[in-house]
């Protein structure tokens, strides 16, 4: 056997005691249940990663945040402005349904859950017009700025 050999099979025995301990540190934290990532994803404090995903923009009269969200409950969805600060949260919908057990499953890649996003904007908005439409898993916000963040023109006199 080649050290080249040799080394692959130590690189993989790793990963299979690492597989085993990741796997056994869920079974202590949950009870057995065995919570994998994938599964926390959305829960603040446990990895939470940034859902939905956004675009922020503006023109001189508002910020439009679209928010990509297929899945969630519309129902669920809260939207609150605090300051210049934009929190969205919700809860995404769980696989195929509450019949199929986890161990069922080949593979899950979507997450589902509550979660929660905030963005900080670049100015004050007018929070008595913020207005926000949930279509075809798309949440689009408009957020009108203040009167104080628009920019204004001022004339230049000549003599």
């Not at 899945?71 to 402005?81: A, F, M, Q, R, Y």
């Not at 017009?129 to 204004?152: M, Q, R």
Request: no cysteine; glycine share 8%.
């Amino acid at each position: 056997m080649s050290w080249m050999e040799n080394t692959l099979r130590e690189l993989d025995a790793l990963r299979r005691e690492i597989d085993r301990e990741v796997s056994r540190a869920f079974d202590d934290a949950y009870g057995g249940r065995g919570a994998p990532f994938w599964r926390t994803a959305f829960l603040p404090g446990r990895r939470a990663r940034g859902y939905p995903l956004v675009n922020l923009s503006e023109d001189k009269d508002a910020y439009y945040v679209e928010a990509l969200a297929p899945g969630v409950k519309p129902e669920s969805l809260n939207i609150t402005v605090a300051a210049n600060v934009l929190t969205i949260s919700g809860e995404k919908n769980g696989g195929p349904g509450p019949d199929v057990q986890p161990e069922a499953f080949h593979r899950s890649e979507r997450a589902a859950g509550k979660f929660v996003r905030s963005l900080t904007l670049p100015e004050m908005v007018n929070d008595q017009e913020i207005s926000a439409d949930y279509k075809n898993g798309l949440l689009l916000i408009k957020l009108p700025k203040a009167e104080v963040a628009k920019p204004k023109r001022i004339s230049v006199n000549v003599s």
